[in-house]
């Protein structure tokens, strides 16, 4: 059974927008889940947005973060297609890491 299966990690994807819209849009969402996923790639790819998802949507300055002790990775960007900054991150390996 894989890891992410057993200890599914946390991602938190945040939109600030310029204007707020509380309707459900299915393009945002389908937006936000890519940029969920990418969260988990190299941070090289993400850093030079040339990883295997970047394709789909365009982010300005893309500066992927990753931290090997908590294996805490992400990236902030620009969205053209939103006007607004993406933060998105994928959460800890293991339970362990979570809690410490």
């Known amino acids: ?3 992410n299966i057993f200890l599914p990690a946390a991602i938190l994807l945040l939109c600030l927008t310029i204007q707020i819209n ?4 299915p393009a945002i969402a389908r937006e936000m889940a890519y940029m969920s ?16 998802l ?5 982010i300005n300055q893309p500066k992927p973060f990753f931290n090997l002790t908590s294996g ?3 990236f902030t960007g620009f969205s053209v297609s939103l006007s607004a900054i993406v933060v998105s991150f994928k959460g800890a390996d293991s339970l362990n890491t979570f809690i410490n």
């Open 1 to 3: 059974m894989s890891r």
């Open 22 to 25: 509380s309707a459900y849009s």
């Open 37 to 52: 996923a990418i969260a988990y790639e190299g941070v090289l790819g993400i850093q030079a947005w040339n990883c295997k």
């Open 54 to 58: 970047c394709s789909e949507y365009k």
């Open 72 to 74: 805490v990775r992400g």
